[in-house]
C-alpha cells in the first residue's frame, strides 16, 4: 500500500482524535471513518444517524473497559 504525509492543523488532528475508538486506530482508519459517515449521511441520512450513535456507544464501552483484544478474540474463536 502506497502511503503519503499531508499537513493538518493541530485542531484538525485533535478533532480526528475524537473519532479514534481506541489509541491503535490509526489516522487513516479514522479518515477512512469520516468519509464512510460523509457519504452515507448523502445517501442514507437515517443510517449515518444510527452509525454515528453506534459510534459514540462503542467509545464509552471502550472507555469503561468493556472489550476484548484482538489476540482474545482469536483465542475464543480458536484462530
Given amino acids: 500500500m502506497d502511503a503519503t504525509t ?5 485542531d ?9 475508538e481506541h489509541l491503535s486506530e490509526s489516522y487513516d482508519e479514522v479518515i ?3 468519509i464512510y459517515i460523509a457519504q452515507t449521511c448523502k ?13 459514540e456507544k462503542a467509545r464509552e464501552r471502550i472507555k469503561q473497559g468493556k472489550f476484548i ?8 474463536l480458536g484462530l
Fill in 6 to 10: 499531508i499537513k493538518i492543523h493541530e
Fill in 69 to 76: 483484544t484482538e489476540a482474545d478474540a482469536k483465542k475464543r
Fill in 32 to 34: 477512512q471513518k469520516v
Fill in 43 to 55: 445517501t442514507n441520512p437515517k443510517l449515518s444517524q444510527e452509525t454515528i450513535v453506534a459510534i
Fill in 12 to 20: 484538525t488532528k485533535l478533532g480526528l482524535d475524537t473519532f479514534r
